[in-house]
């Protein structure tokens, strides 16, 4: 366990990071996460984490930026070196990458604006990071504007957790907005556009239950509220707002058309009675807009020239022009493509939430999760995910892609720099006769000098079961690196007997990782596999294998990915487990 100065240190480090990256300014939620994913032992300290985290926060923050960039600069070189090399690689890989996002339609150079909105229910996911992405890259491509803005108009679903999550996940992922916002900060702008509506005849109060509205919208009948004059509408609306009416006792509805074949032009919802209080605002207010009412009216003030979403939108589009027609606001260019799914999993934050309810998974970074902070703690890097959106596109054809595709982006980008290790799943015991005692030197990279390390051997090793059991008698092969044996016996107990064959390498023998007896590092890894089996939740969906590492690997830092030769590439998540990313 850390001590309280390193926490303090580490909590600095992040915090200087995080404050230079965001105009000057730290978040604590995000600095804490960042803490805990490097070192997940603190995950059980969290008041501590947290009430060390408040007081560094408050010296960081007090800070000029030039004087947090120096400081960093100066107690964290390392840091800085690693920021810039990442950026060079990214900027490397970019330009190698081949992947290139068709022209946007009306767009110039320096007026395009893009954003993401996400509601603050839950973590944000592999799909959220296709539409963060793209607005992100074309903001880019255009040297434009890019705006993360929390869609925070429904508290009944909303936490404060779920605000720092996505930034957290939005830094880690590398997407830098030039402005972070929230819906709710324009609840009284809300408001008087509300007004406006009603006095303009565009919409109306209804005081019908949630029943017969669902009746009358079914069957395209207006109901009697819809023809009353404005000045009623006023009276009612101003008792809604004041918290005169009750949830459920009224609505705000668009005067749309019921006889519409899209029936979301059916006279629509748009502000609502919720008395759960705000995760920001507390019982400020009682009426919230709908996502339908809010998000148009954001996009057009925010100067927004290019909304991106995807297509499961297709239907509401016409609603979205239609509200900004009523209130003669400038209306954006909506652009839409395919929603990202993966096989035998779901992106759904309702269903993701309803399964960590009922503790069917550890939390929202569990390995099996497609969430952003669960992609992480698996071993995925952010350039992976990355190039694996920008590789799809803006399609508007839907797909599902397999994990199979993601890992082939991560194992390319891990592979030239992943340290290798030995590790001995579920080890059956080799005895070597007339073996030598040798110190093999091993390369912990075979191209990059990151350094060799020594093993050990003393005629008794540990080897897989699975090529153990596929061993027979007579036949021959090679401890990778260290020479060849002869299988002479399989006892009953299990033990293997052999006899030692030489240090020349022979060709066309089975090549074995191995560990010495007496130089074992106990591991167990976890091996995360399809969350859903037949769309329901697989609850064999995360494995365990225990086994023996070299010695060495006791030195591998939490949170590093590597490769266990022959295993896969996997995170280490806590001294001695590691969870395995993908083969």
């Given at each position: 366990?850390a001590?309280?100065?390193?926490i303090?240190?580490?909590?600095?480090?992040?915090?200087?990071?995080?404050?230079?990256?965001?105009?000057?300014r730290?978040?604590?939620g995000?600095?804490i996460?960042?803490?805990?994913?490097?070192?997940?032992?603190?995950?059980?300290?969290?008041?501590?984490v947290?009430e060390?985290?408040?007081k560094?926060?408050s010296?960081?923050?007090?800070l000029?930026f030039?004087?947090?960039?120096?400081?960093?600069?100066?107690?964290?070189?390392?840091?800085?070196?690693a920021?810039i090399?990442?950026?060079?690689?990214?900027?490397?890989?970019?330009?190698?990458?081949?992947?290139?996002?068709p022209?946007?339609?009306?767009?110039?150079?320096?007026?395009?604006?893009t954003r993401f909105?996400?509601?603050?229910?839950?973590?944000m996911?592999?799909?959220?990071?296709?539409?963060?992405f793209?607005?992100?890259?074309y903001?880019k491509?255009?040297?434009?504007?890019?705006?993360?803005?929390?869609?925070?108009?429904?508290?009944?679903?909303?936490?404060?957790?779920?605000?720092?999550a996505?930034?957290?996940?939005?830094?880690?992922?590398?997407?830098?907005?030039?402005?972070?916002?929230?819906?709710?900060?324009?609840?009284?702008?809300?408001?008087?556009?509300?007004?406006?509506m009603?006095?303009?005849?565009y919409?109306?109060?209804?005081?019908c239950?949630?029943?017969?509205?669902?009746?009358?919208r079914?069957i395209?009948?207006?109901?009697?509220?819809a023809?009353?004059?404005?000045?009623?509408n006023?009276?009612?609306?101003r008792?809604m707002?004041?918290?005169?009416?009750g949830?459920?006792?009224?609505t705000?509805?668009?005067?749309?058309n019921?006889?519409?074949?899209?029936?979301?032009?059916?006279?629509p919802?748009?502000?609502?009675?919720?008395d759960t209080p705000?995760?920001?605002?507390?019982?400020?207010?009682?009426?919230?807009?709908t996502?339908?009412f809010?998000?148009?009216?954001?996009?057009?003030?925010?100067?927004v020239t290019?909304?991106?979403?995807?297509?499961e939108?297709e239907?509401?589009d016409?609603?979205?022009?239609?509200?900004?027609?009523?209130?003669?606001?400038?209306?954006?260019?909506?652009?839409?493509f395919?929603?990202?799914?993966?096989?035998?999993t779901t992106?759904s934050?309702?269903t993701?939430?309803?399964?960590?309810?009922?503790k069917?998974?550890?939390g929202?970074?569990d390995?099996?999760?497609?969430?952003?902070?669960?992609?992480?703690?698996?071993g995925?890097?952010?350039?992976?995910?990355?190039?694996?959106?920008?590789?799809?596109?803006?399609?508007?054809?839907?797909?599902?892609?397999?994990?199979?595709?993601?890992?082939?982006?991560?194992?390319?980008?891990l592979?030239?720099?992943a340290?290798?290790?030995?590790f001995?799943?579920?080890p059956?015991?080799v005895q070597v006769?007339?073996?030598?005692?040798?110190?093999?030197?091993?390369?912990?990279?075979?191209e990059?000098?990151?350094?060799?390390?020594?093993l050990?051997?003393?005629?008794?090793?540990?080897i897989?079961s699975?090529?153990?059991?596929?061993?027979?008698?007579?036949?021959?092969i090679?401890?990778?690196e260290?020479?060849d044996?002869?299988i002479?016996?399989?006892?009953?107990?299990?033990?293997i007997?052999?006899?030692?064959?030489?240090?020349?390498?022979?060709?066309?023998?089975?090549k074995?990782?191995?560990?010495?007896?007496?130089?074992?590092?106990?591991m167990m890894?976890?091996?995360?596999?399809?969350?859903?089996?037949?769309?329901?939740?697989?609850?064999?969906?995360?494995?365990?294998?225990?086994?023996?590492?070299?010695?060495?690997?006791?030195?591998?830092k939490?949170?590093?990915i590597?490769?266990?030769?022959?295993?896969?590439?996997?995170?280490?998540d806590s001294?001695?487990?590691?969870?395995?990313?993908h083969?």
């Amino acid at each position: 366990m850390a001590t309280d100065q390193e926490i303090v240190l580490l909590v600095k480090k992040h915090a200087l990071l995080n404050a230079t990256t965001h105009d000057g300014r730290a978040d604590k939620g995000a600095v804490i996460g960042r803490v805990m994913a490097e070192c997940s032992d603190l995950r059980t300290e969290s008041k501590l984490v947290s009430e060390i985290a408040a007081k560094v926060l408050s010296e960081i923050n007090s800070l000029t930026f030039g004087q947090q960039r120096s400081l960093l600069e100066r107690e964290f070189p390392e840091t800085v070196q690693a920021e810039i090399q990442k950026k060079k690689d990214q900027s490397k890989r970019d330009s190698e990458r081949g992947f290139e996002l068709p022209k946007l339609v009306d767009a110039k150079v320096g007026e395009v604006v893009t954003r993401f909105p996400p509601e603050p229910n839950g973590f944000m996911h592999i799909g959220h990071a296709k539409a963060a992405f793209l607005g992100s890259e074309y903001a880019k491509m255009y040297k434009g504007k890019f705006i993360l803005r929390f869609d925070d108009t429904n508290p009944a679903a909303e936490k404060k957790e779920y605000y720092d999550a996505f930034r957290d996940s939005f830094a880690w992922l590398g997407i830098k907005p030039d402005l972070i916002k929230n819906s709710s900060d324009d609840m009284e702008r809300y408001y008087a556009l509300a007004e406006e509506m009603l006095e303009g005849g565009y919409a109306y109060i209804c005081t019908c239950s949630q029943e017969k509205m669902r009746e009358l919208r079914g069957i395209g009948e207006a109901c009697e509220h819809a023809s009353q004059r404005a000045e009623e509408n006023l009276h009612l609306w101003r008792k809604m707002i004041s918290g005169d009416l009750g949830k459920s006792e009224a609505t705000f509805r668009f005067r749309g058309n019921m006889k519409s074949l899209n029936t979301t032009m059916r006279d629509p919802v748009l502000l609502r009675i919720i008395d759960t209080p705000h995760p920001l605002l507390g019982n400020k207010f009682f009426v919230w807009p709908t996502y339908d009412f809010a998000g148009p009216i954001e996009d057009s003030l925010d100067g927004v020239t290019h909304v991106m979403r995807s297509k499961e939108y297709e239907l509401r589009d016409e609603l979205y022009h239609a509200i900004l027609n009523s209130l003669e606001l400038r209306d954006p260019r909506i652009i839409e493509f395919s929603r990202l799914k993966l096989q035998n999993t779901t992106l759904s934050k309702r269903t993701l939430g309803k399964i960590i309810r009922e503790k069917q998974v550890q939390g929202w970074d569990d390995p099996r999760l497609p969430t952003i902070s669960a992609l992480e703690r698996r071993g995925f890097l952010a350039e992976a995910i990355h190039e694996f959106i920008l590789s799809m596109g803006v399609s508007k054809v839907e797909s599902e892609p397999t994990w199979d595709l993601l890992e082939s982006f991560n194992r390319k980008l891990l592979d030239p720099i992943a340290k290798r290790y030995f590790f001995v799943p579920d080890p059956v015991k080799v005895q070597v006769s007339d073996a030598p005692e040798l110190q093999v030197t091993l390369k912990y990279h075979p191209e990059r000098d990151y350094g060799e390390r020594e093993l050990a051997t003393h005629g008794t090793f540990l080897i897989p079961s699975d090529d153990a059991n596929r061993l027979k008698v007579g036949s021959r092969i090679r401890l990778i690196e260290a020479y060849d044996i002869q299988i002479n016996e399989i006892q009953k107990s299990g033990i293997i007997l052999a006899t030692y064959k030489g240090e020349e390498r022979t060709a066309d023998v089975p090549k074995l990782q191995w560990v010495a007896v007496g130089e074992e590092y106990p591991m167990m890894v976890k091996l995360p596999g399809p969350l859903l089996q037949n769309d329901e939740f697989n609850p064999k969906s995360l494995q365990s294998i225990n086994g023996i590492a070299e010695s060495a690997a006791g030195q591998i830092k939490i949170g590093e990915i590597i490769q266990f030769v022959r295993f896969g590439f996997c995170r280490m998540d806590s001294p001695g487990t590691a969870i395995r990313a993908h083969r």
